[in-house]
């Protein structure tokens, strides 16, 4: 049963995507942003690899796995000078599960307002920011079979108008073979519609201008126009093969079905040294419509402090367009 269905998942990765893209339609666009650079560095094909922390991002099912305390701290450089910062801990309870709280912050910094009048700035400034509060549990249902999900409450804020909205991640992860290949899935931002509101939208109304001696200046409220979170599917698989004494090797492979774009696949390796030292490559969204991204490179180090053990990662990735970004992860295992 395991072969035919991880033969039924390469058929799937194998067919090139002709879904009609739907990019910049949703928003909370900055809960699809990878933070893990372990991952990062595969690739971001994290859905099926369910042993660290860092994964879980990608399937809460990963939670299911831990057995210590965990914290990871994630810093990245975005497109244009934007800042992402993730912060996530996880706490195992025996015979219970593990939980998790996680925090995400998308940061704009001070932006000159510009208008037709004065394009080289009024003298004041805007900003826009994003927030994500992040609870979850998942459990080792059994000794090949983990579930998890997740609760995020996501603001959005630009300038002084906002949006407020809550979505819910579910994931799975099975072990399909006793060396250790891993078949997962995950449905990440099930939520609801919202729109933005806020100060930002007053304005002052003339109900008929045509009119001699009415209020011209009566105030009122522009609406926006409700929007979609961009849910994501992913589905993949990964394998671990040990390459001698010192050595090994994690394959990973993702595919994606986003409601907001063209499907894609993603494909990518980490190879590991004494339990130590590590060296990533992948490449992001093969078939997707006009991709603007590729190749993704990574190191990570490995070490203990005590009775703990620290994972230190960085990870490089490709933009056709936009400059390159950059991923630093601290994660902690206590």
């Known amino acids: 049963m395991s072969r035919m269905a991880l033969s039924l998942l390469f058929l799937i990765l194998a067919a090139p995507a002709g879904a009609q893209s739907k990019t910049g339609t949703t928003i909370v666009q900055f809960l699809n942003i990878e933070p893990s650079a372990r991952v990062a560095g595969m690739g971001n094909t ?6 660290d922390l860092q994964s879980v991002f990608y399937n809460p099912a990963a939670l299911g796995a831990l057995e210590r305390k965990s914290a990871q701290l994630s810093h990245s450089e975005w497109y244009g000078g934007v800042n992402y910062d993730y912060a996530a801990a996880a706490f195992p309870f025996k015979g219970l599960g593990t939980f998790l709280l996680s925090v995400t912050a998308l940061t704009s910094g001070d932006i000159l307002v510009r208008t037709v009048n004065a394009p080289l700035g ?11 509060l992040g609870l979850g549990f998942g459990r080792q249902i059994t000794s090949r079979f983990a579930a998890g999900a997740q609760f995020n409450y996501a603001s959005e804020t630009i300038w002084n108008s906002s949006l407020h909205i809550l979505t819910f991640n579910v994931g799975t992860v099975y072990k399909l073979t006793a060396d250790g290949l891993k078949l997962g899935a995950c449905v990440n931002n099930i939520g609801t519609r919202t729109s933005l509101d ?47 004494p010192r050595s090994k ?23 590991l040294f004494r339990d130590t030292f ?8 093969l078939f997707q419509t006009d991709s603007n991204v590729g190749v993704t490179l990574g ?3 490995r070490g203990g402090i005590g009775y703990s053990r620290f994972h230190l990662d960085y990870a490089w990735a490709d933009h056709e ?11 902690l295992d206590f």
């Open 46 to 51: 994290g859905v099926a690899l369910g042993n």
């Open 299 to 301: 190191v990570g180090l």
């Open 321 to 331: 367009f936009l400059e390159e970004t950059h991923r630093l992860t601290l994660a």
């Open 122 to 132: 009024t003298g004041e400034q805007y900003s826009v920011n994003d927030l994500a």
């Open 198 to 244: 806020g100060r930002d939208l007053a304005i002052l109304f003339d109900q008929d201008p045509d009119a001699n001696g009415d209020n011209g200046t009566l105030p009122a409220t522009q609406f926006t126009d409700d929007f979609p979170v961009p849910i994501l599917f992913r589905v993949g698989v990964s394998y671990p093969r040990q390459l001698g």
């Open 249 to 271: 090797i994690v394959l990973a492979m993702d595919a994606f079905h986003p409601s907001d774009n063209s499907e894609s696949v993603s494909a990518g390796a980490e190879w």
């Open 278 to 285: 590590a060296l990533r490559a992948g490449y992001q969204q």
